[in-house]
């Protein structure tokens, strides 16, 4: 395959999609920071598991005090955690942090890259998270990386052993080892040469840290007190990583600014070893770069002489600047500092500029129609020469909006490129391996600009957006979404059939371009019947948005597999759905998942028809119970302290709600009250701290951090004869077939023999744990508290799953 020299560059060179404006607008005080961070010529690349492994207050005082190029090297997009904010999981959710954590970057200014691997849940060790990733690959992805980010340092945040954690943590400690000496082998990788050099970076060494119990500090390892103050700033760096790790909201990471001492820890893994400094033996001044020594000096003198009343006055020194950095034979540290310059000249002489559309939407292969604005507001000589190839040859005068409308065409999907195709549980499949480490997607329409600043020509790279004014918001940049022409959404990932009852599903059309008709045909598993075979549709409006309904019956001997979508518009097939993922703290994002969905025929019978669902952190619970014909109602706080909850035939409490409701203390007692007159309540799993009140069930019992993660290890019936086990449905380990990701998490302890412990499971090696499903009777009523991961089988629509949770919630003749 081709790798493209301009991939590369912009892997090197230009910052991705934000959230706010497009423009770069430094103040005078980061434009200040900007000119000292171009005389240091160095670099440190931090490398972990997941989003929020990284240690945000090193990343801020490496790229802001030692003022180095600073990466934060994640493995995996953190899919397989959970979602404090939402529902969304798995790949959804990988989307969200992975948003996170580019507004974590933008606070802290380092870089993030990842690997392809996935995180698929917590896993025991190394071993077993090397079993779902494909060691090789990931191991290669990390020397691409390193390779283009070229890292004087390596930074670990876990070891290699059992003190890291999690398996994940483990791996990625074991990545970052091996990478290094990897990254240095011309006969490793050979392929990635025709595009970047080998790298030798200087050594390794492992940040320790002293949290959840475990230190692995020591007095005799390298410390570093990284607690000073930025007077440019305004900010020490721990009030900058406060405001960075914030950014995790998904994860509820809300944190608290610190200020003040604040020591780190460095233990060495391999390379050249040192205890006295984390930076020995490298130099970070222009020396080290052949011909670099004069522009040193040049940008010391421009330093100097900064006026942080007047930015602009710094252009032609500046200018001069860049002009000496493009001769440099170092292709490196020339693509990397004429980056930097070229965003600080923009910066110090008030040029502003930015191309948006009209339009949020386009299909893809049509013209757009894209306005570009620029604007100097500095007396700075600058001279618009064009704009996408368009003649402007206009000098601008000061203050003065020029407006230039073009049309562009969109030419790419905004699909996330590592979601565009099937996956296997372990890796995200990627057919360009020139994107592999980026972030997200090159943005897929740009714009050029091209000035004349103090004589000498510059040319900027501009995404088009979409922006628009809200009356709460104020103004809102949104990435511009190039879609197919026709879009076929379903909203589920599964459905869920019991016996040969046929089921009605809705399909959602969506034209993104005027005048789109065809046909929509329906595919389903060998023997099953979808009526009718084909719908036509007629989509005259650009937007417009049409719901078309089949009806899939289960027939012959299949018992699943899948259903999908095809469209037919314009001598074209499209398969393509459409989702949409807005939150206000990360860009609206958009991608456009296959038409299709797993349908299972399950044998199912259900008791009671009306659920009360409790919502906690976020779920597909109701959705799943709906399909399998329950009437569920989200009550509200009102609705459980002053309704009549004798209604419902059973409630069930969201995933982590005793980690996240405020007002637990004045619920739970009516919830126990509903239990007593002879309701069954079914708690879902939460975790062990922080818990808002301690005493979750009738009788007390403990949550720990146990976990089975082995989704296909067997579960043994401790109590065959227990109604959980056999009303409605029979239960056997049969039912426990086919589970995703995890069997389950936060294991009951120390519960009170009231309670009935049902199941019993381990992971390979470990003893068996019963503290996966209790059920204990009071009063009248059932209370169920289950740290099995329902949340994740029942959307996927796992029939055991589906059998036992419906058992669970189904009142018997005993209660």
Do not use: C
């Not at 082998?185 to 970076?201: F, I, S, T």
């Not at 930025?230 to 995790?248: D, M, V």
């Not at 001769?327 to 490196?332: A, F, G, S, T």
Request: aromatic content about 10%; hydrophobic content about 35%.
């Amino acid at each position: 395959m081709k790798f493209p020299q301009t991939a590369i560059l912009f892997f090197l060179t230009i910052p991705f999609f934000v959230s706010a404006q497009t423009s770069v607008q430094y103040n005078s005080a980061e434009i200040k920071l900007g000119i000292k961070k171009l005389n240091t010529v160095g670099s440190a690349l931090y490398i972990a598991a997941h989003p929020d492994d990284e240690n945000t207050r090193l990343l801020s005082y490496l790229a802001k005090e030692k003022r180095l190029r600073t990466g934060y090297l994640s493995l995996t997009r953190g899919d397989g955690g959970q979602n404090l904010i939402g529902n969304e999981q798995s790949e959804l959710l990988g989307l969200i942090r992975t948003q996170e954590l580019l507004a974590a970057r933008r606070t802290d200014g380092a870089e993030q890259f990842f690997t392809r691997a996935i995180d698929f849940g917590f896993s025991k060790n190394p071993e077993e998270t090397f079993r779902i990733w494909d060691k090789e690959q990931v191991l290669g992805d990390a020397v691409w990386v390193i390779r283009k980010f070229r890292p004087d340092i390596i930074i670990t945040r876990f070891p290699e052993d059992a003190r890291a954690g999690h398996g994940q943590h483990s791996a990625s400690a074991i990545i970052a080892r091996e990478a290094f000496v990897a990254a240095a082998d011309p006969e490793r990788y050979p392929e990635q040469l025709k595009h970047v050099k080998v790298w030798q970076a200087k050594r390794v060494v492992w940040n320790t840290a002293n949290f959840g119990g475990n230190n692995t500090t020591s007095p005799d390892q390298l410390k570093i007190d990284i607690g000073a103050f930025n007077p440019l700033l305004g900010k020490g760096y721990g009030e900058i990583a406060a405001e960075s790790r914030t950014n995790h909201k998904s994860q509820g990471f809300g944190s608290a600014r610190q200020r003040g001492e604040a020591l780190e820890y460095f233990s060495p893994v391999t390379g050249d070893l040192t205890k006295t400094d984390l930076f020995e033996g490298i130099s970070f001044d222009w020396k080290r770069v052949a011909g670099g020594e004069s522009i040193g000096k040049m940008i010391s003198l421009a330093d100097k002489n900064f006026d942080i009343d007047n930015p602009s006055e710094s252009v032609p020194e500046l200018v001069k600047v860049l002009t000496a950095l493009e001769k440099l034979k170092d292709e490196y540290w020339r693509n990397q500092k004429t980056a930097e310059i070229k965003n600080l000249i923009a910066a110090a002489a008030g040029l502003w500029f930015e191309s948006y559309s009209p339009q949020a939407e386009q299909a893809i292969g049509d013209s757009l129609t894209v306005r570009s604005q620029v604007i100097l507001q500095s007396g700075a000589n600058v001279i618009l020469k064009h704009i996408d190839g368009l003649d402007q040859n206009a000098v601008l005068k000061q203050g003065n909006v020029r407006t230039v409308t073009n049309r562009l065409y969109a030419g790419v999907i905004t699909e996330p490129y590592w979601l565009k195709e099937k996956h296997p549980i372990g890796m995200y499949v990627n057919t360009d391996p020139m994107i592999i480490g980026n972030p997200e997607n090159i943005p897929s329409v740009q714009s050029n600009f091209v000035f004349y600043i103090n004589n000498k020509e510059i040319s900027y790279t501009r995404p088009v957006v979409y922006k628009y004014t809200d009356q709460v918001r104020g103004e809102i940049y949104r990435p511009l979404v190039v879609a197919p022409t026709v879009t076929a959404t379903i909203s589920e990932k599964a459905y869920v059939f019991s016996g040969n009852t046929a089921k009605t599903i809705q399909v959602h059309l969506k034209s993104f371009k005027e005048k789109s008709s065809g046909t929509i045909v329906p595919e389903v598993p060998a023997g099953w019947k979808a009526v009718p075979e084909k719908i036509n549709f007629d989509l005259p409006l650009k937007g417009q948005e049409k719901t078309v309904e089949f009806s899939i019956i289960p027939a012959g001997n299949e018992n699943g597999g899948f259903m999908r979508f095809t469209i037919n518009s314009g001598g074209k097939e499209f398969n393509r759905g459409n989702k949409v993922v807005d939150y206000d703290h990360i860009p609206l994002q958009t991608l456009f998942p296959l038409s299709e969905a797993r349908v299972e025929r399950i044998d199912l019978k259900t008791g009671g028809k009306k659920i009360g669902y409790i919502a906690g952190a976020g779920d597909l619970i109701p959705e799943a119970l709906e399909q399998v014909g329950y009437q569920v109602s989200i009550l509200s706080e009102s609705q459980i302290l002053s309704g009549n909850l004798s209604s419902y035939d059973a409630i069930v409490t969201g995933v982590r709600l005793y980690n996240v409701n405020e007002n637990l203390n004045v619920i739970q007692p009516k919830l126990m009250e509903y239990v007593n007159n002879g309701g069954t309540l079914l708690v879902q799993y939460n975790v062990s701290n922080p818990l808002k009140i301690q005493q979750i069930g009738p009788y007390p019992f403990r949550l720990s951090r146990d976990r089975v993660t082995d989704e296909n290890t067997r579960v043994t019936l401790l109590a065959k004869d227990h109604p959980v086990l056999n009303y409605p449905n029979k239960i056997t380990e049969k039912d426990f077939e086919g589970w995703i990701q995890e069997r389950g998490l936060y294991f009951t302890s120390d519960a009170d023999p009231k309670y009935s412990r049902i199941l019993s499971m381990n992971d390979p090696g470990e003893k068996a744990n019963d503290g996966s499903l209790i059920v204990a009777d009071y009063g009248k009523g059932r209370f169920v508290y289950t740290s099995l991961v329902f949340f994740r089988e029942l959307p996927a629509g796992i029939p055991g799953a589906y059998r036992l949770f419906v058992n669970l919630i189904t009142k018997t003749s005993n209660n």
